[in-house]
C-alpha cells in the first residue's frame, strides 16, 4: 500500500539491498554519532558522488534522458542512503526553476549541464535580513547594456548592497553548488525597479570550484540539526552575467534594456505556479515518513521496555501497555497513517492538473488557488504535528531517547527544519484563508460557488450555507457509540471548519466597519486564521484519510481486517484532535456538555483498539534498521546489546586511561594540585 504495489515494493527493497551493500562501504551510518560536521559533511558528498555511479551503472534515469533525479527510482533510493545529501537543493529547487521558469532555449543549455552534473545548483532568495516578505529583497540586478561595457548583448549586474541583503540560509550554497538560482530586484535599461526576479549566477569555476571574481560564499555555522548540510551565505560584489542568464520563460530583457512581459499562454503560468507547489507537497508526503520512523522506534522499544509489576508481583509490565504511554504515542502512529493518504493525494492532485495543463485541458484560477490552500494548509499543520511529534517519542523513550544512538536526537533535530522551509508554519494560515474568504464570499452572495465544485474547499460549502444562513448544525450522535462512527466526526470537523472560517470573516468586517484599516484588522485576525487554518487541515486530513480507506478497499490491496484497522486509526485520530480542541465543538453548540463528555472514553478505548496491532503498524512502513540508524528501534528487539555496542564505539572509549588523564586528571590526582594544606595566600 504504501509503495503503490507489490512490484514497487520489491523494487524499493531491491534498491535498499544494492545501497546497503555496496561494496565501498561509502553508505554506512554507522560512525554518524562520532564524526566532525566537517568529516560527515564531505562523506554525504561522497555518499552523493557515488550514488551517482551507481545509477549510471545500473541505468538508473535512462527511462527518462539521463536525468536520475526524474526517475521513479530516486526518491527511493535517497530513502535507502539514510542520510541527508548535501546536493538536495540542486533537484528540490534549483532544477524545477529552471523548468518552471526558463524558457525553451535556456532550458536546452542547462538542463544538458545539469543532467550530467556539470552544473551543481541551488535556490538564493532568503537574505540575512529578509526571509518571508520576498518583495523587501535587497540583492539588485541591473542591465548595463554592451555599449557602456557589458557583455555582447547586454549584462546583469548581481549586487548585494548592504550586509543585510547578503543571502544566507540557502541550502547547498555554502561550499557545494558552483550555480545558484538567485531571487533580485530587476533594475532594467531605463533604471525602473521591475521587482523580484530570478538569474542564475555562477559561483564557482567549473574547472576547480574557486569562488568566481566578485563572489564569497561560505557555510554559514553548525544548526540544532541538518549539518550535513552546507546551508550558506553569499555576497555579491558587482558579479557581471549574461542578459540571457535571467529566467526569461515570462518576462524579459532585450539587448537594449527595455522590459517587457511576455504573452505566454494562461496555461505555462500555472504550469509553473504548480510545478514550484509540488515541493511543498513532497514536504507533506516527508512528514508522514518522518514521523513514522519516530513512532516506530518508540513503538518497538516500548515493547521490549519493561517498567513495574503486573499484580502477581512478578511479572515486569511491557511499557506499551500503559495508557498514559499509548496516549502520547498512537495518536501519533495514526497520525503518520494519515499524513501519508493526504500526502499521496496532494501530490497526485497536482500532478492532475500538470497534465490538464500541458494537454490543454481547462483548469480555473479557482482549482489552481484552491490547492494552493490545500498544500499550504497541510504543510503548515502535518509539520508542526511531525516535529512536536518526533520529540514527544523521544522523551517517551526515558533515559534512554536521549542517547545520539536511539536515533531520535538526530531525527528530531534535522527534522526541525521543516515547519520554516517553503513557508514559514505561521505564515502559510494567511495565505489558506485568503482563498477560503473567497469562497465564504461566494456562499455569501450566492455567486461563483459552482466554480469550486472541484475544489477540496467545496466541501465546507454545506456548513458554510447554514452557518451564513443563519441555520444551527447539530452533531446527531444519540450515545457514546454514535460518538465513534466516521461519517459523525467527518461532520464535526467540517463544521468546526466552516464556523472558525466565517468568524474570521465577521472579525474582518467588524473591524474594518469600526474604524480600523484593512492592514490593521488583517493584523489582529491572524491569531484567529491560525485556528481556522489548523481546524481545516484537521477536516481535511480525517476526510482523505476515510475516503483513502475505501478506495484501498475497492481496489482489493488490502483485506477486511487491514481495513477494519485503519479504521481504528482514522477514529482514534479523530477523536484525540476533537478532545484537545474540544471548546471549539462546543463553543456554538454543535456539540452538547453530554455528547462532548462521550469523546474522552471513547479515546481511550481507541487505544484499547489499537494496542494489539500497533507494533505490526510500526513495522508496516518496513523502515529497516539501515534506514532508522537506531539502537531502540531495532527489528529483532534485540536493544540492550546494540546501546552498549555504541557506547564501546565512541572514540572517548579508544584508550585507557581516558585521553583526559594525561596531563591534567593526572595532575589532579597524583599531582598534588587538589591537596588542602590548610593556608592559602589571598590576592
Not at 542547462?110 to 523587501?136: F, M
Not at 508522514?288 to 513503538?299: F, P, Q, R, V
Not at 457514546?480 to 472558525?500: E, G, I, S
Not at 485503519?566 to 453530554?594: C, N, P, V
Amino acid at each position: 500500500m504504501f509503495d503503490g504495489g507489490k512490484a514497487a515494493t520489491d523494487r524499493r527493497r531491491y534498491l535498499e539491498k544494492v545501497i546497503k551493500r555496496d561494496p565501498t562501504d561509502v553508505f554506512s551510518n554507522e560512525d554518524n554519532h562520532y564524526l566532525h560536521r566537517t568529516e560527515r559533511h564531505v562523506r554525504a558528498v561522497a555518499k552523493h558522488v557515488r550514488l551517482v555511479e551507481i545509477c549510471r551503472k545500473l541505468g538508473i534515469g535512462s527511462e527518462c534522458g539521463g536525468e536520475l533525479t526524474e526517475s521513479e527510482d530516486w526518491l527511493p533510493l535517497l530513502d535507502a542512503v539514510a542520510d541527508d545529501l548535501p546536493t538536495a537543493l540542486h533537484w528540490v529547487m534549483f532544477l524545477p526553476n529552471i523548468k518552471s521558469l526558463c524558457d525553451d532555449e535556456q532550458q536546452a543549455k542547462w538542463l544538458p549541464l545539469c543532467r550530467d552534473w556539470k552544473v551543481i545548483g541551488c535556490y538564493a532568495q532568503t537574505e540575512l535580513g529578509h526571509g518571508s516578505n520576498v518583495r523587501a529583497l535587497e540583492t539588485t540586478a541591473t542591465f548595463v547594456p554592451e555599449s557602456k561595457g557589458g557583455q555582447k548583448g547586454g549584462s546583469f549586474i548581481i549586487h548585494s548592497p548592504s550586509m543585510t541583503a547578503a543571502k544566507f540560509w540557502p541550502g547547498t550554497l555554502g561550499r557545494t553548488a558552483n550555480h545558484a538560482m538567485v531571487i533580485a530586484r530587476l533594475i532594467d535599461g531605463e533604471g525602473v525597479d521591475r521587482g523580484i526576479h530570478n538569474f542564475i549566477v555562477p559561483l564557482r569555476s567549473m574547472e576547480d570550484h574557486s569562488l568566481l571574481p566578485g563572489v564569497k560564499t561560505g557555510d554559514i555555522g553548525p544548526k540544532i540539526g541538518y549539518n550535513n548540510m552546507d546551508n550558506g551565505f553569499a555576497y555579491f560584489d558587482k558579479v557581471e552575467i549574461p542578459r540571457r542568464n535571467m529566467a526569461m520563460r515570462f518576462a524579459e530583457v532585450d539587448e537594449h534594456g527595455k522590459y517587457s512581459k511576455k504573452h505566454v499562454s494562461d496555461a505555462a503560468s500555472k504550469v509553473a505556479y504548480i510545478t514550484m507547489m509540488q515541493v511543498r507537497a513532497m514536504i507533506v508526503m516527508g512528514s508522514s515518513k518522518a514521523l513514522s520512523m519516530g513512532t516506530t522506534i518508540n513503538i518497538r522499544y516500548s515493547a521490549v521496555r519493561k517498567q513495574g509489576y503486573n499484580e502477581d508481583g512478578k511479572t515486569e509490565v511491557q511499557v506499551l501497555d500503559y495508557k498514559q504511554q499509548q496516549h502520547r504515542i498512537f495518536p501519533l502512529l495514526a497520525a503518520s497513517y494519515c499524513f501519508f493518504f493526504s500526502g499521496r493525494k496532494l501530490w497526485d492532485n497536482l500532478k492532475k492538473i500538470e497534465d490538464k495543463l500541458i494537454s490543454q485541458k481547462p483548469v480555473t484560477k479557482a482549482q489552481v488557488a484552491d490547492i494552493h490552500a490545500t498544500s499550504s494548509a497541510l504543510k503548515s499543520f502535518n509539520t508542526m504535528v511531525a516535529a512536536d511529534g518526533i520529540e514527544e517519542c523521544r522523551k517517551a523513550c526515558g533515559g534512554h531517547g536521549f542517547l545520539a544512538s536511539s536515533g531520535l536526537p538526530e531525527l528530531m533535530c534535522s527534522y526541525l527544519q521543516s515547519p520554516t522551509v517553503e513557508g514559514d508554519n505561521h505564515m502559510l494560515p494567511q495565505q489558506v484563508i485568503k482563498v477560503l474568504l473567497k469562497l465564504v464570499q461566494a456562499v455569501q452572495s450566492g455567486e461563483g460557488v459552482d466554480a469550486y465544485t472541484t475544489c477540496d474547499s467545496y466541501s465546507l460549502v454545506p456548513s458554510l450555507k447554514a452557518l451564513l444562513g443563519g441555520q444551527r448544525e447539530k452533531c446527531l450522535a444519540v450515545n457514546k457509540t454514535d460518538m465513534k462512527d466516521l461519517p459523525t466526526l467527518l461532520l464535526a470537523f467540517r463544521h468546526r471548519a466552516a464556523m472558525l472560517l466565517v468568524k474570521v470573516a465577521k472579525q474582518l468586517n467588524d473591524d474594518v466597519m469600526n474604524g480600523k484599516s484593512m492592514q490593521e484588522a488583517w493584523n489582529y485576525a491572524l491569531v484567529a486564521m491560525a485556528k481556522a487554518s489548523k481546524a481545516y487541515s484537521l477536516f481535511l486530513l480525517l476526510r482523505n484519510f476515510m475516503e483513502a480507506i475505501l478506495e484501498e478497499q475497492r481496489s482489493q490491496l488490502l483485506g477486511r481486517a487491514e481495513v477494519s484497522v485503519l479504521g481504528d486509526l482514522a477514529r482514534l485520530f479523530a477523536l484525540y484532535w476533537m478532545e484537545s480542541d474540544l471548546g471549539d465543538f462546543i463553543h456554538d453548540g454543535y456539540l452538547t456538555a453530554k455528547q462532548a463528555s462521550w469523546v474522552a472514553p471513547n479515546v481511550l478505548e481507541s487505544l484499547d483498539a489499537i494496542r494489539p496491532n500497533a507494533v505490526a503498524l510500526a513495522d508496516a512502513r518496513d523502515l529497516s534498521d539501515f534506514r532508522l540508524k537506531s539502537a531502540l528501534g531495532r527489528y529483532d528487539g534485540n536493544v540492550y546489546p546494540h546501546i552498549l555496542k555504541a557506547a564501546y564505539k565512541d572514540p572517548l572509549n579508544s584508550v585507557d586511561p581516558g585521553p583526559a588523564y594525561d596531563p591534567e586528571l593526572k595532575r589532579l590526582i597524583t599531582g598534588g594540585v587538589g591537596v588542602y594544606n590548610g593556608t592559602a595566600s589571598r590576592l
